[in-house]
């Protein structure tokens, strides 16, 4: 494991008024997969959208790659190599299937490589291909799930930003998203995940963060936090043992 | 009768340009405006002036007209455009009564009576008071408008465009700046109005700021919802028919305005998406396959 690629240093970030984040400090390794984990309402999404600079942090640092990032607009981010997937599988569901694809490469110059792309992708889902011509909002979910992520991909990120990626999925679709995470680290993707599926995070990630309202409560490898009473507890409240077992 | 019809012509052109500007900002940036007359407005006394107080020429006083309304828009968008949700419809709909108010009270655009004996254009001694030339005039724009929008809507900046309407934080988080292109269809809109705004002013000759009040905004925004948002032939549909139905039951002039409000109700009952909208209001997926097949 190399040098962190991604650190958030105590990060203040609100929503107008609303102070959501109360000093977020966290890195993220090139090369590595880790989970953020945590119950609604703790700000996960509100951490993502402060890296991706949909919002901006009142106070602390965001640094990527050696450079504080903290103040760069969205789209300035996303040139810089960070790609975002929200939850909720937004689509854009007027357009085409290959039309979403191509605007995942929007901040990209290199016209050649994107088309390349374009086909590596449609051939390692080849779902995507077959619909190319569809409007995305003709999916089913875990086909549109599968279309975010490729969509992100065009951006050639070296940092991935996935946030609920299975949520509102079938279990066997729940595996496919996960084996895709899984493909994506051993291709040289770094990845920042969002899971309620906390078990399915943990066993595809080398470290995990668990936050509660708005601060980070405990971390570690991602063995650790998988035995630990603590994540089970923070969760899913008193009654986490049958839950868990289950 | 000949120059009847093509009076009604004429005046379809010049709505068609306006209805395809503002579904330019309804249909492809999903916002609202309620002031668009005032930038047709804008344009038609900024043509007026030039020719009249500093003898420029027509073919000049027109792109002119254009460039300052799309200033304003410029200046309006910026502030407005920034923020989330629907602040432009209340911004623009003030604009609009406060540029009303200005053209009413200010010496230089006439007050009331507005601006008389504006010089029909003139080129290499072509007379456009003869109607058949003005229409070709207001072809030719009407023609520019088509080809613009079309290709803008069909490059790499339409899709982002429709990125931004489906999903705007999502398109953000892909590297589109949401607020540049909104800022810049935004302007682009209100340059297409001033140029309406142009023709309009050299045609009649005569120009008061009632026709640039909130019933001329109005009136276009029903042409862009009737003939559906999104939809540039429907603009071109909204525009005709909105045109020519009032003249065709001119006779009961009494009885218009109840039939307007018929036909909107019916078709909010019936066709919440317009005669050939895409339909962002109801949106359904069988809709949305035909009309990628008929883009292939």
């Not at chain 1, 490898?221 to 969760?235: G, I």
């Not at chain 2, 948002?229 to 305005?257: C, H, K, N, W």
Request: charged share 20%; hydrophobic share 45%; net charge positive.
């Amino acid at each position: 494991m190399g040098t962190a690629m991604l650190t958030l240093k105590s990060v203040h970030s609100y929503y107008g008024s609303l102070h959501v984040l109360k000093g977020v400090s966290l890195h993220v390794r090139a090369g590595e997969i880790v989970a953020l984990l945590g119950a609604n309402g703790a700000g996960k999404t509100t951490t993502l959208k402060t890296i991706s600079g949909l919002i901006k942090p009142r106070k602390g640092q965001v640094e990527f790659q050696g450079e504080d990032i903290s103040r760069l607009s969205a789209e300035a981010i996303v040139q810089r190599g960070i790609a975002h997937v929200p939850e909720g599988r937004r689509v854009f569901s007027s357009l085409s299937v290959a039309a979403n694809l191509e605007l995942g490469a929007f901040a990209r110059r290199d016209q050649q490589a994107v088309k390349s792309d374009l086909r590596e992708l449609q051939e390692r889902f080849p779902i995507l291909r077959e619909r190319a011509k569809q409007p995305a909002g003709t999916l089913s979910g875990g086909e549109q799930q599968i279309l975010a992520m490729a969509r992100a991909l065009m951006a050639r990120p070296k940092l991935l930003l996935l946030d609920e990626p299975s949520m509102g999925l079938a279990p066997r679709l729940v595996k496919q998203v996960f084996a895709i995470i899984r493909h994506l680290q051993e291709t040289g993707t770094t990845i920042l995940l969002i899971e309620q599926n906390a078990r399915a995070a943990l066993k595809v990630a080398d470290r995990g963060y668990v936050m509660e309202t708005g601060r980070i409560s405990l971390d570690g490898t991602a063995a650790e936090l998988m035995d630990h009473n603590e994540v089970k507890r923070a969760y899913l409240g008193k009654g986490y043992q049958e839950v868990w077992e289950e | 009768m000949t120059e009847y019809l093509l009076h009604i012509t004429i005046i379809s052109g010049l709505y068609i340009i306006l209805t395809l500007s503002l579904n330019l900002i309804i249909g492809y940036c999903g916002q609202v405006s309620l002031g668009h007359a005032a930038f047709y407005g804008l344009g038609a006394y900024t043509s007026a002036l030039l020719t009249i107080h500093w003898q420029v020429p027509f073919f000049l006083a027109l792109p002119t007209a254009a460039v300052i309304a799309a200033l304003f828009g410029l200046g309006l968008g910026i502030p407005t455009l920034r923020l989330k949700d629907d602040y432009l419809a209340i911004v623009t709909l003030g604009f609009g009564v406060i540029v009303d108010l200005i053209l009413l009270n200010l010496e230089l655009t006439g007050g009331p009576d507005g601006l008389a004996r504006i010089p029909p254009p003139r080129l290499a001694g072509i007379d456009f008071r003869n109607k058949v030339y003005y229409l070709l005039l207001v072809a030719a724009v009407v023609a520019f408008t088509l080809g613009l929008i079309y290709r803008l809507v069909h490059s790499c900046h339409g899709r982002a465009l429709k990125a931004i309407r489906d999903h705007e934080i999502t398109a953000r988080v892909m590297g589109i700046n949401a607020s540049a292109y909104k800022i810049s269809i935004f302007t682009l809109a209100a340059g297409l109005a001033g140029l309406a705004g142009s023709l309009y002013a050299h045609y009649i000759t005569f120009i008061n700021p009632e026709s640039f009040g909130l019933h001329t905004s109005i009136l276009v925004l029903t042409m862009v919802v009737l003939g559906g948002m999104g939809s540039i032939l429907g603009s071109v549909v909204g525009a005709g028919v909105l045109t020519i139905l009032p003249e065709l039951f001119r006779r009961f002039a009494d009885y218009q305005d109840v039939a307007y409000g018929a036909m909107l109700i019916a078709l909010l009952i019936w066709r919440p998406q317009g005669l050939l909208g895409s339909g962002k209001i109801s949106q359904k997926f069988s809709l949305s396959k035909n009309r990628a097949k008929k883009e292939r």
